[in-house]
C-alpha cells in the first residue's frame, strides 16, 4: 500500500516497501471467493504463542483491492523507494518484490534480509536488523536527520 499511496499524496518524499505484493497473492489465494463470499484467513496472536484468530475477508474485498497494484503503480512514483524482501519469505517472495523493483523509477534500493521470512515480526532481533536498515537508508537519503 506504501507504493499505492505514494502515487496518491504528492507530500510523500520517500517509500519503504516492505515485502509488497503484486498480484500474485491475489491469484493464490482470491480463487473460489466468488462461490463463498468469504475467504477464511487465519492470524497468529503476537505474544499469545501457539494462539491464532480467523478473519473473515469478503469477496467485495479482494475485488477492491484488483483495483491498487504495487507492480502497476510503481512506475508512477518518482521518489526514493526501497524495497524489503525476506530471503525466507514464501508469503511474499523475493522474487515477486524484485519484479516491482525492477519496474521502478530510480533512486530505488533493494534490501534482501537474510533468513528472514515474511513473519519476522516473531523475531525481536530480526525487528532490529530490519528497523536498523530502514533508519539507515532514511538518514541517507535525508528523509530523517542523520
Known sequence: ???VYATLDTDISCVV???PSG??????HGRGIEEKGVRRSMRDIPGS???SREYLVPHALTIDSQQYSAID???KVHVPILFIAGEKDIVIPKEEV????????????FLLMPHIGHDYRHNVEEIAVGNDEIIRWLKVKNAIPA
Do not use: F, H
Request: no cysteine.
Open 1 to 3: 500500500m506504501s507504493i
Open 98 to 109: 524484485d519484479e516491482i523493483y525492477q519496474k521502478a523509477n530510480e533512486p530505488k534500493d
Open 23 to 28: 498480484k500474485s497473492y491475489l491469484r493464490k
Open 49 to 51: 504463542e501457539g494462539k
Open 17 to 19: 516497501a516492505i515485502m
Open 73 to 75: 503503480a510503481v512506475p
